[in-house]
């Protein structure tokens, strides 16, 4: 199964830290924050990997290469300036990631989430992985059925964590272009056709300075974070 990480996003609650560095290669526990999710990555068997960028892209790319140094293949998806969105930045790479399901993590999370178990999980057309809802999104995103469903309940709703499976078919009518995701999960809950899994393990999303360094306080002395 391939692999894509998301990492087109411009940063601005980063900011100044990302006017000069792309926010992939912020730099957390002495390496840069994309760093860490190729190594989780790899060791879970996600050898072939697909990397959309586009603010300071070039950036990623000469920090990265091919891949071979973190042992994975790694091609890139660039994108405009002002990026795609994430619908719209998965279509453009669909060519690179295949007919077959693919899982893709945002760029901006750490987690010790267990991704090799992502590889035996049957899809219809996509499997979302939900947390409980952190303070920055206290209301959540999506319900969970006992029968392992993702829906739009209006019950209890959890967060969607950045990290899915998804086939390729769940983009078909989606021309190429801006787009968000939300809006095609939302239509195949509507036929049951999203299942998900709820994780209780360490998850966070880097979305500013103090997350930052938060994490990186996470990493290096996590008995105390």
Known sequence: ??????????????????????????????KPLIFHSINQLVAAG???????????GYQIEEALGNGSDLGAR????????GALETAGGIVQALPLLGNAPFLVINGDIATDFPFATLKNVSIDLAHLVLIDNPQHNPLGDFGLDNNG?????????FT????????PDL??????????????LRAGMVNQRVSGQKYTGFWMDIGTPERLQALDLYYRHPKNA
């Open 1 to 30: 199964m391939k692999a894509m990480i998301l990492a087109a996003g411009r940063g601005e609650r980063m900011r100044p830290l990302t006017d000069h560095t792309p926010k992939p290669l912020l730099t957390v526990a002495g």
């Open 46 to 56: 996600f050898n072939e990997l697909v990397i959309n960028h586009a603010h300071l």
């Open 74 to 81: 790694i091609t890139y998806s660039s994108e405009a300036q």
């Open 149 to 157: 469903c993702v829906n739009t309940s209006d019950t209890e709703k």
């Open 160 to 167: 969607f964590s950045g990290i899915g499976i998804y086939h």
């Open 171 to 184: 983009f078909k009518n989606t021309p190429p272009g801006k787009s968000k995701l939300a809006p095609l």
